[in-house]
């Protein structure tokens, strides 16, 4: 494994629309240590960054990100070179990260929920060389974590820890040098975000500086963003909706002022709403309902909250309705993935599209197809397949030919795998997937990834694992499995079973129903993705009944 040659990230628009972007002033040859730099020189003394415990002017920011930069090339990490990073809701994970960036090292963000099986994939993938990690978070020791992805994964030379390092060395500890940090080229690759992983395991995502300051620039803009907000991160900020839609990158980058909010649960939310006077932040569906019911009744002044900003999965017109009512505040619907694309309703939208779209794109550039299934263009009303590319939407994944094949056409649309409908004025509204996956919660799970590990268990002969519809979470996920003959496993057995393999939490099967056969058709081989269907047709059809 360790013989595997490394490949470097990179990301290629073809020279013509490069040339595009940059002459419309979408790419400005800024980078992500650069706007940093800039803003703390522009106010070196607004606040950046709050945390229950920490406080961070723009240049008191700048400064501990230049000293981690140092640290970083101290430890013998050179530019180009990949950082995993699993950092919760707390202020380091800006000198963490902006360290990477000035340092012309290459974040790989994991998410607080991953495991050791998702760790060691990602730093597989990416060729990382050192991982940086919090010490414990919301009960959860990730130094622990950080030792089993280690063993597995020799090239991971650099463990460090923010706060008490335990066995491996402190973030503060790092050796401070004087090297000079490096010119960043913009066009480069800045960092690699996850994708959902809609077929097998997560891909990882390059994303310029170019690219990604154009979509959180522009998204800040959309969201009225200037030095008077207050953008607090309620959702884990390294998914891609709360980093850049327009997230804390966002407003860092309008000198906004960055709460972060350690759990998303309403108390510790409104408290951090009323005590920093949050005026904007982003959440997914079911969070938003448990924010509506507990609204009426929080002993906290919430009314600073202009914006609430709801997506990651598909929420309900009637749950859109209650917002302003329940919260007092402008719903803006934001439909974004993190392989580009990024939609939201306009904050002066009316109220029928705002409860009733999830929004139009970003830029005039973004290039929208609806498609039926032979390729044609749907009317406009009409569902269909989900395309897009423009300047801010990745033309390829990283190290991952034969899913390239799949999911981008030979002239550079991304298929995005979601099936929409687009109104007049370009606003889409999301029907549902294509493919495969579950997004339970704004967390996407791969049925594929889910089955694969089933199958390792001796009693599962056959496993399908599919979507079923849930009020709370909007969809939740149910294995279907079929038993090895004579054995008669139990469905707390195999959630124990999926647990014990070192994978997030949300990705063990909400529910298993044994079957004795997936009654496939007399016609013998059946795709897995029409075998999933009838299980799911079948299994609401039986509900129904009951
Ligand atoms: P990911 O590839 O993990 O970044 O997830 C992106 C996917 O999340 C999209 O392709 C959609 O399927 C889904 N998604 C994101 N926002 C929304 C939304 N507002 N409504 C419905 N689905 C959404
Ligand atoms: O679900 C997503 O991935 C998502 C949702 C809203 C996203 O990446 C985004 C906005 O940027």
Known sequence: MSD????????????????????????????????????????????????????????????????????????????GDRVLVQIPNIAHFFPAVFGLFLAGLVPVYALPAHRQTELVHFARRASARALVVADRHEGFDYRDLAGQVQAEVPALAHVVVIGDPGPWLGFDAMPAGDLPLPQVDPSRVAFLQISGGSTGLSKLIPRTHDDYIYSFRASAEICGLDGDSVYMGALPVAHNFPMSSPGVMGALYAGSRVVMCPNPSPDTAFSLIAREGVTITGVVPPLALLWMQAAPRTKHDISS??????????????????????????????????????????????????????????????????????????????????????????????????????????????????????????????????????????????????????????????????????????????????????????????????????????????????????????????????????????????????
Request: proline share 7%; with cysteine; charged share 25%.
């Open 305 to 546: 909250l202009q914006v609430l900003q709801v997506g990651g999965a598909k929420f309900t017109p009637e749950a859109a309705a209650r917002v302003r009512p329940t919260l007092g505040c402008t719903l803006q619907q934001v439909f974004g993935m993190a392989e580009g694309l990024v939609n939201y309703t306009r904050l002066d939208d009316a109220q029928d599209i705002v409860t009733g779209t999830q929004g139009r794109p970003i830029s005039p550039d973004d290039e929208v197809l609806v498609l039926d299934d032979a390729g044609q263009p749907v009317p406009d009303g009409q569902p269909g397949h989900l395309l897009t590319r423009g300047p801010y939407t990745i033309r390829a994944y990283h190290d991952e030919p034969a899913a390239d094949a799949r999911s981008f056409t030979p002239d550079g649309f991304y298929r995005t795998g979601d099936i929409v409908k687009r109104l007049a004025g370009g606003y889409l509204v999301v029907q549902g997937r294509a493919g495969d996956h579950i997004n339970r919660a704004g967390e996407k799970i791969s049925a594929e990834e889910i089955e694969d590990h089933l199958l390792a268990h001796p009693a599962v002969f056959d496993a399908a694992v599919v979507s079923i519809p849930d009020a709370f979470l909007g969809e939740r996920s149910c294995a279907f499995i079929i038993a090895q003959p004579d054995t008669s496993p139990r469905a707390p057995e195999i959630k124990a079973f999926m647990r014990s393999r070192g994978l997030a939490e949300f990705k063990v099967p909400d529910q298993v129903v044994f079957v004795p056969e997936f009654q496939t058709t007399a016609v013998g081989k059946i795709s897995r993705n029409v075998l999933r269907a009838n299980l799911r047709a079948r299994f609401l059809k039986e509900e129904e009944r009951k």
């Open 4 to 79: 595997a040659p490394v490949i470097e990230p990179r990301q290629v628009w073809p020279a013509e629309f490069a040339e595009r972007y940059r002459q419309k002033g979408y790419w400005r040859g800024e980078t992500m240590g650069g706007f940093l730099r800039r803003a703390a020189t522009e106010h070196p003394d607004r606040i950046a960054v709050v945390d229950p415990d920490h406080r961070w002017s723009y240049g008191e920011l700048l400064a501990r990100a230049e000293r981690a930069a140092q640290g970083y090339l101290g430890l013998g990490l050179r530019q």
